[in-house]
């Protein structure tokens, strides 16, 4: 068998594991935060933060939330990292963006955040003053969910089946989930453009 072969062996076993009754609860969860006039805040780090940049656009665009991503604002970003420190990046842009009970945040991490091993630590901060301010928290994680999994309302783990290929396959297969939650009938508002056009 290939590298290729066995790659794509694995994503399927990855996806046969996945618990389709947590990705249900994320939809109905995000759903409730939308009826609400919540915001949702979507965080990640790393490659999950070009995925948040991407997913804002979806849960914007299709979804009808009012989302944002803290990494689209390199300066803000970098900035806070200067000045501040790189632990709360993500809790001071939400202070700043006054997170209250009505919002949501949904954190797509590999490992989910864990603080005693220095990894996400902003991550954690973020969802401490989550927790604080009673937001909704949803996820997108790899590993044994970490901090996410443990204070999350509702949370899609992915099974790290494979030691040695968690993180692109935890990246990859949170793409093909939050495409799978903004195209949901509880999310979805507007067809996308290529299903909308005349077949």
């Keep these: 068998m290939t590298f ?3 790659f794509l062996e694995e994503t399927i076993a990855i996806l046969r594991e996945v618990d389709a009754s947590a990705i ?10 939308r009826a609400g ?5 979507i965080l990640g780090v790393g490659g ?6 991407h997913a804002v656009n979806d849960f914007r665009k299709i979804c009808g939330f009012e989302a944002y991503a803290p990494t689209d604002n390199v300066s803000e970003l970098t900035a806070r990292t ?7 990046t993500f809790s ?4 700043g963006s006054h997170l209250d009970a009505d919002d949501a945040l949904l954190i797509l991490s590999v490992g989910g955040g864990d603080l005693e091993r220095n990894v996400s630590t902003n991550i ?9 301010r009673h937001a909704k928290i949803y996820g997108i994680v790899g590993r044994d969910g970490g901090y996410t999994a443990k204070v999350a309302d509702a949370c899609v783990t992915l099974p790290p089946l494979f030691p040695d290929h968690i993180t692109p396959h935890t990246e990859g297969l949170a793409a093909v989930i939050w495409h799978l939650l903004v195209t949901h009938p509880a999310l979805a508002m507007v067809l996308t453009r290529w299903e909308s056009l005349p077949s």
């Design 124 to 132: 954690v901060r973020a969802l401490t003053l989550a927790k604080e």
């Design 82 to 88: 200067n000045d501040e420190g790189w632990d709360t």
């Design 24 to 33: 249900e609860s994320c939809a109905a969860g995000l759903a409730a935060v």
């Design 92 to 95: 001071q842009w939400l202070i």
């Design 48 to 53: 999950s933060a070009g995925h948040a940049s």
């Design 4 to 6: 290729s072969e066995a």
């Design 37 to 41: 006039g919540g915001r949702l805040f």
